[in-house]
């Protein structure tokens, strides 16, 4: 005996949703990216700007959609320098020169007076801080026994107590508006010990600069401010590679010590460096990315 199937029929007054169809049937459609990735109207801070990762950051910020940015150095000049070109770098991206408000401001952020001074700038310039990086740092090879007490005290002062200050600087303002986000830059030398190259110094900053994240995001979880770390592997800076063009033997190693085989680009750090800035790690702190590869997994 035959069966008849019938069909729902949707009411005359209701409409039906609309057949999704496979991206690949129209090519011109471009991909979709979350929107809380996006740096758009965050004022944004970067110490160690002028150079090195610490100006790979700001480009990053730059790529995503950052028109308010004070990039902080040693020297006014240079940081000037380096807010000027990436204000160029912006525009060749398609932005308005009118909307771009890059700023360069002279911080030695191994003194809390100066960190305060460079923030108070900030402050009165733009009126917020959103995100900030505490990349400013320095790496020396000596051998524990050799090492100088001064280069060793500068190293820490540097390294430790500039993330401090920039941290704390940072939360002040970050309390009162509601919270922000603050990415201090470990390494992978928080967790393991560089060889062939003795630096027992850094590695040990490193450790503390890990530490210290994880410390005060539990400290100021409740007021909006947000703290992780960041820990790059080896990398191909300008100086990385200024280094390693006089001693080929030291690149082979690093690279033959790392799972990837290869050491990293700039550019490898651009996704974790927004990721942590921007609102699409709104409920992470106290954690640690690490990019460096996969050595620390051996």
């Given at each position: 005996?035959?069966?008849?199937?019938?069909?729902?029929?949707?009411?005359?007054?209701?409409?039906?949703?609309?057949?999704?169809?496979?991206?690949?049937?129209?090519?011109?459609?471009?991909?979709?990216?979350?929107?809380?990735?996006?740096?758009?109207?965050?004022?944004?801070?970067?110490?160690?700007?002028?150079?090195?990762?610490?100006?790979?950051?700001?480009?990053?910020?730059?790529?995503?959609?950052?028109?308010?940015?004070?990039?902080?150095?040693?020297?006014?000049?240079?940081?000037?320098?380096?807010?000027?070109?990436?204000?160029?770098?912006?525009?060749?991206?398609?932005?308005?020169?009118?909307?771009?408000?890059?700023?360069?401001?002279?911080?030695?952020?191994?003194?809390?007076?100066?960190?305060?001074?460079?923030?108070?700038?900030?402050?009165?310039?733009?009126?917020?801080?959103?995100?900030?990086?505490?990349?400013?740092?320095?790496?020396?090879?000596?051998?524990?026994?050799?090492?100088?007490?001064?280069?060793?005290?500068?190293?820490?002062?540097?390294?430790?107590?500039?993330?401090?200050?920039?941290?704390?600087?940072?939360?002040?303002?970050?309390?009162?508006?509601?919270?922000?986000?603050?990415?201090?830059?470990?390494?992978?030398?928080?967790?393991?010990?560089?060889?062939?190259?003795?630096?027992?110094?850094?590695?040990?900053?490193?450790?503390?600069?890990?530490?210290?994240?994880?410390?005060?995001?539990?400290?100021?979880?409740?007021?909006?401010?947000?703290v992780n770390s960041l820990?790059?592997?080896?990398?191909?800076?300008?100086?990385?590679?200024?280094?390693?063009?006089?001693?080929?033997?030291?690149?082979?190693?690093?690279?033959?010590?790392?799972?990837?085989?290869?050491?990293?680009?700039?550019?490898?750090?651009a996704g974790a460096v927004?990721?942590?800035?921007?609102?699409?790690?709104?409920?992470?702190?106290?954690?640690?990315?690490?990019?460096?590869?996969?050595?620390?997994?051996?």
């Open positions: 005996m035959a069966t008849t199937v019938r069909t729902a029929q949707a009411p005359a007054n209701v409409q039906t949703p609309p057949v999704l169809h496979a991206r690949s049937q129209s090519t011109n459609v471009a991909p979709k990216t979350l929107p809380t990735f996006s740096m758009q109207g965050k004022v944004c801070l970067v110490t160690g700007g002028a150079r090195g990762l610490g100006f790979d950051f700001c480009r990053a910020f730059a790529d995503s959609g950052c028109t308010s940015l004070a990039v902080i150095d040693l020297k006014a000049s240079e940081a000037q320098q380096a807010a000027n070109e990436l204000t160029a770098y912006a525009v060749d991206g398609g932005g308005h020169v009118e909307d771009i408000n890059f700023i360069g401001i002279e911080c030695d952020v191994s003194s809390e007076l100066s960190v305060q001074k460079a923030y108070a700038q900030i402050i009165q310039k733009f009126g917020r801080i959103d995100s900030v990086v505490a990349s400013a740092g320095i790496v020396e090879n000596y051998s524990a026994f050799d090492y100088p007490a001064d280069r060793m005290k500068r190293l820490y002062d540097i390294n430790v107590h500039g993330a401090f200050y920039t941290a704390r600087e940072a939360a002040r303002h970050m309390t009162t508006q509601g919270g922000g986000s603050i990415i201090l830059v470990a390494s992978m030398s928080a967790n393991i010990v560089n060889i062939p190259q003795p630096q027992t110094p850094y590695n040990a900053s490193k450790a503390a600069v890990k530490h210290m994240a994880a410390s005060l995001a539990v400290e100021w979880a409740k007021t909006g401010v947000r820990s790059p592997g080896y990398m191909l800076t300008k100086l990385t590679r200024t280094i390693l063009e006089n001693d080929p033997d030291l690149k082979k190693t690093w690279e033959s010590l790392t799972p990837m085989g290869r050491m990293g680009e700039p550019e490898d750090l927004v990721f942590l800035a921007s609102d699409a790690s709104k409920f992470m702190t106290g954690s640690d990315i690490r990019v460096d590869g996969g050595y620390c997994i051996i």
